[in-house]
């Protein structure tokens, strides 16, 4: 077989654009799921919440999430008149079995779901020393458990405490916002599970998404908004004593 | 310039050096590294297809049409199915292990074989010889139903011991509509626990 000089330099670049199709490989297994297509993150609406740790219970059977650690949690504050500052927060195993029953007059009392954040601008993705945890072109923060060694910076990166070491696998773990859900056209499982509607997931790039008619409505605050992470989980009817 | 010998071999050392490590970085970063930032892009296909639990509303409404219907129109009406009656999905008992002779077994350890299959949901599989258990109301509606001064005001609260004295709320609610007197009718075959 004969290959002039010209049609060498002609083959080249098109072998060389196919070997980049080949290297890639394909991630996006669900067919009709497109990543640059969406940015999700999660309204969460405070005086919904009762406290009945469904959330926290269907995370743990969808991920498996080992009995001590969470995915996502409930916390319960208790406020009173003259203490702003220091609120008193519960939350036994998580809230995984509800709360105890609160006393009459005894201050204000809300429940706090709390989960991953999502930040667009996260720190525990800019510390990790390999690229195990990383950012998803739609707006996820991931963890590649088999690229994971397990070194716990991104635990005490994340601001909001939402990663810890699993402990038979021995590397980092945390909310995906049940990744493998939303890809296939499913809520949530904290969503699905919260009987109130307390969790709504998010698509900030789909224009027909309520998210967007409740923002422009609706005072809502970020956790932590002095750090500048970019965090995605909209909290409405935030307490100001909420850290 | 005949005293740069040296020189020339230390720079085709260099080049030698430098061919290694790419040939060995070919062989260590993963193919997909890189494509969408500085981590393993197939990464996030694998974790897209981890087995899903909760298998949604609309796969029990696709068959409990009747049910579906009275659930749509009382207070219940936002509370998912699996809110009350847990995940769709049901753990699979183990599959016994087939015994291994020593070179199985060192074979299984220099090359494990693949893990098992992904868990199915199994009475939306097979609805007539799998019915997941349903849930007692006595622990399931005091849950989200006891009174407490934690919870919204406008939320429905009960103290259990005052409002119902042990009886099962499906004796007067039914849980799918739960307003007495609702079009629904009371009764443990239209939905209750039994």
Request: hydrophobic share 35%; glycine share 8%.
């Amino acid at each position: 077989m004969n290959i002039s000089r010209r049609h060498l330099l002609i083959l080249l670049p098109a072998a060389a654009v196919a070997w980049k199709y080949v290297e890639a490989g394909t991630p996006e297994d669900s067919p009709n799921y497109q990543m640059s297509e969406h940015w999700w993150g999660m309204l969460i609406n405070i005086p919904k919440c009762i406290g009945c740790g469904n959330c926290v219970r269907a995370c743990a059977t969808e991920n498996d999430v080992p009995d001590g650690y969470f995915r996502t949690w409930v916390e319960r504050y208790n406020v009173t008149d003259t203490n702003m500052t220091t609120p008193e927060v519960i939350s036994p195993d998580g809230g995984k079995e509800g709360f105890p029953v609160a006393q009459e007059d005894a201050g204000k009392y809300f429940f706090v779901p709390k989960m991953c954040n999502h930040c667009a601008d996260s720190p525990c993705t800019q510390v990790c020393p390999v690229g195990a945890t990383f950012i998803s072109p739609d707006g996820v923060v991931l963890i590649d458990q088999t690229y994971c060694l397990g070194c716990a910076y991104c635990v005490q990166a994340c601001p909001y405490g939402c990663r810890y070491i699993h402990p038979t696998k021995k590397v980092a773990d945390k909310c995906t916002l049940c990744y493998h859900r939303i890809t296939k056209g499913l809520t949530t499982a904290c969503c699905e599970a919260c009987p109130t509607g307390a969790r709504q997931l998010a698509d900030l790039k789909n224009p027909n998404d309520p998210i967007h008619e409740f923002l422009k409505t609706h005072p809502v605050q970020v956790l932590k908004p002095q750090m500048a992470t970019g965090a995605k989980a909209y909290y409405f009817g935030l307490d100001g004593s909420v850290r | 310039m005949k005293d740069a010998g040296h020189l020339f071999r230390f720079a085709g050392l260099f080049v030698v050096a430098f061919l290694v490590f790419l040939m060995l970085r070919g062989f260590v970063v993963p193919k997909t590294f890189g494509q969408y930032g500085h981590y393993r892009g197939a990464a996030i296909g694998e974790i897209a297809q981890h087995p899903v639990k909760f298998a949604g509303h609309q796969t029990c409404e696709s068959c409990h049409t009747d049910i579906a219907d009275t659930h749509s129109k009382g207070a219940h009406a936002h509370v998912n199915c699996e809110a009350c009656h847990g995940a769709l999905y049901q753990r699979l008992p183990a599959p016994p292990q087939p015994k291994r002779n020593l070179y199985q077994r060192f074979l299984a350890l220099i090359a494990p074989p693949a893990p098992p299959d992904a868990p199915t949901l199994l009475h939306a599989d097979d609805p007539m010889s799998v019915t997941p258990v349903k849930p007692d109301t006595l622990v399931l509606c005091v849950r989200c139903h006891t009174a407490s001064a934690a919870k919204p005001k406008g939320f429905p609260q009960v103290d259990p011991s005052d409002h119902m004295g042990g009886v099962p709320c499906q004796t007067c609610h039914n849980p799918h509509s739960p307003a007495i007197g609702s079009n629904a009718a009371v009764s443990p075959a239209a939905g209750g626990a039994k």
